[in-house]
Every structure is written in C-alpha cells, then in structure tokens.
Nanobody, 121 residues
C-alpha cells in the first residue's frame, strides 16, 4: 500500500524558515512528479510548488524566490525548503505525487495527510 508521509510542519516566526518532507512509502514502481499544495482556512487548496521526474520545477508566484522544492530520488522523498516565511503562508500543507505502484501498474494520484504550518509572532 502506497502512502505519502509528511513531516516538518510547526510554528515559526515571520522571517523564519521551515523544511517540509514527504516520503512516498510502499511498493512503488515509478514516481513521475511530486508537489506541495496548501490550504488556508476558508480558502481553496492551491499549488505551491511541483517537481517532475526530469527535475523541472514550478512555483506559485507568491512563493517564488522564497521556497525551493527538491527530490531525493533514491529515498522517494520530496522536500520543500521555506524561507522568509510570512503570516500569509500559514496553512495546512499537503504533499501529492503521481506514481505507479507495483500493485496496479498504472498511474495514480496520491495525497499526504497534511502538515500544519503556522507563521506568527
């Protein structure tokens, strides 16, 4: 059974940094892309950053220059380095991945359980 396990959220002061991790576990054949979304109270879930298997990345305009997404292909893990955090970055952050599991051998979309990031003084 494939799961995405997130970690690294917490409370940080404005201007601070956090690193989120997302590990894809289980019998995985191939991961095509991984990404981070966030959802603030009363708002829709939005894409924060994404990385594809070739290493190409994309970012929301609101986080460009502050956030960096990366992958460790050997560990099936994605990271989101968040610097210069602002109160408006406060949200639940969700990891997602498009991958093929050994069990199904077709591409499915998976979500993590979410991790809270709170930026406040």
């Amino acid at each position: 059974q494939v799961q995405l396990v997130e970690s690294g959220g917490g409370l940080v002061q404005p201007g601070g940094s956090l690193t989120l991790s997302c590990a894809a576990t289980g019998s995985i054949f191939r991961i095509y892309g991984m990404g981070w979304y966030r959802q603030a109270p009363g708002k829709q879930r939005e894409l924060v950053a994404a990385i594809i298997s070739s290493g190409g990345t994309a970012y929301a305009d609101s986080v460009k220059g502050r956030f960096t997404i990366s992958r460790d292909y050997a560990k099936n893990t994605a990271y989101l380095q968040m610097n210069s955090l602002k109160p408006e970055d406060t949200a639940v952050y969700y990891c997602n991945a498009d991958l093929t599991s050994v069990a199904t051998m077709h591409v499915d979309h998976y979500w993590g359980q979410g991790t809270q990031v709170t930026v406040s003084s």
